[in-house]
């Protein structure tokens, strides 16, 4: 056998691994989108179920949030310590492993603990795979590639809604916990395949993680990651939780409002494929900030104008895609930093925005408690929406003044 034929089995070409880690990285993300939307699927199924009201389910659909939360924060303490491969298995397991039990519930507060404890498995999957996607990503092409692999979370949404829907036909609810649980863990065996990250970390994965995110110059680009991030998911929630109400109190019907409404996370799945293959020919900051600012100007003709609804229908996909620059805001939390601090500075610039989720609805609720025309939502949406498009502006200003590759 010639030697090149030896060093082709004992190393396999670059391509091969970035594809391998596109694959694994983005079956995680497909996945985790598919469990995080699985209680609200299955909400409607147990009202009738267990004859109870809507509102006694949001202390579980509120634990899953915060389980989420609590599992960004604890992978980004571990995940710079730690090999991340091992970590993204038992993640991957754990999500799975607690999505089955939750078939077998009888009661919203059983719910409740199980979506707690699932969130968590969820969050630390969700970075793990970003980050790892990150660490292998082709130099020539970074911010394309992870930005790629996030398309995956608006797929999951989107098949997993269809599936869901099925199951709940020809199952009833529990099929949709059980799928939840039994392809992650069919999937986590795969997940050895995956590269581990360089064993030799800089000095900044000893150090306190946190706090090296605003050593060495980071500081203001940690401030700017985590505002945008908060921003964008207030802006995200606030608008999607509420459109539909707002736009039937406008005078369309219930069926119209819906099929506008789903225009928007329609824009934020087209949104990634249209922005990543610029990101790196014309700087990552650059193509975002255009893509925000187009966002933010479709919010505020949602509210400003009465719109032909041919015309409203193309507007909320525009403001989805700016709403999908989410995925851009994590990539730079994840490119902006050595790989020392890599899942300390994704994880709490993710925490940022979740803390941002919860927020949104409950902004969006105030302003209508305030007896507000429900217009009026999108038009104080704009502002938080511009100020985003404005803060990637500064980022790039500043990474490019600091020398770092967009």
């Avoid at 939750?102 to 795979?129: D, F, K, M, N, Y």
């Avoid at 995200?236 to 069926?255: D, K, N, Q, R, V």
């Avoid at 895609?321 to 994704?346: K, Q, V």
Wanted: a positive charge; aromatic letters at 8%.
């Amino acid at each position: 056998m010639r030697s090149g034929e030896l060093t082709e089995i004992a190393v396999p070409p670059a391509r091969r691994v970035h594809l391998r880690v596109a694959w694994l990285c983005g079956a995680v993300l497909f996945l985790e989108a598919y469990d995080i939307a699985s209680v609200g699927n299955a909400v409607p199924s147990l009202v009738d179920a267990w004859k109870l009201q809507p509102a006694m389910f949001t202390q579980a659909l509120t634990a899953g949030n915060v389980g989420l939360l609590l599992g960004l924060l604890g992978t980004g303490l571990l995940g710079d310590r730690l090999r991340r491969r091992p970590l993204i298995i038992c993640s991957v397991l754990e999500f799975g492993v607690f999505s089955l039990l939750s078939a077998s519930v009888h009661s919203p507060r059983q719910l409740e603990i199980l979506r707690l404890l699932t969130g968590l498995g969820l969050g630390s999957a969700a970075l793990l795979a970003i980050v790892t996607a990150a660490d292998f990503a082709p130099r020539h092409s970074q911010g394309r590639f992870v930005i790629l692999i996030q398309a995956c979370v608006p797929i999951g949404q989107v098949f997993g809604g269809l599936l869901a829907s099925q199951l709940v036909r020809a199952f009833d609810w529990p099929a949709i916990f059980v799928a939840g649980g039994i392809f992650p863990i069919a999937v986590a065996p795969l997940l050895v395949l995956l590269p581990n990250a360089a064993a030799k970390r800089r000095d900044e994965s000893r150090q306190n993680p946190l706090a090296a995110l605003f050593r060495d110059g980071l500081a203001p680009t940690t401030l700017l990651l985590w505002s945008m991030s908060l921003l964008c998911m207030l802006v995200i929630h606030s608008i999607t939780f509420w459109m539909p109400a707002i736009l039937h109190s406008t005078g369309e019907s219930p069926a119209r409002s819906i099929l506008a409404a789903s225009m928007y996370p329609l824009g934020g799945l087209a949104g990634p494929f249209i922005t990543a293959p610029f990101v790196d020919k014309v700087g990552i900051e650059r193509v975002l900030s255009c893509a925000l600012a187009l966002g933010a100007f479709c919010v505020l003709a949602i509210g400003a104008f009465h719109l032909p609804l041919w015309l409203l229908f193309a507007v909320i996909c525009g403001a989805g895609i700016g709403g999908s620059c989410m995925g851009g805001i994590i990539t730079l939390s994840c490119l902006a930093y050595p790989i020392g601090i890599r899942s300390a500075g994704a994880s709490w610039a993710m925490g940022a925005g979740r803390i941002g989720s919860i927020a949104g609805p409950l902004l969006g609720g105030l302003l209508l408690a305030f007896h507000l025309q429900p217009r009026i939502i999108f038009v104080a949406a704009f502002i938080p929406a511009l100020c985003i498009a404005l803060l990637m502006v500064m980022l790039g200003r500043l990474r490019h003044r600091q020398g770092h590759t967009a």
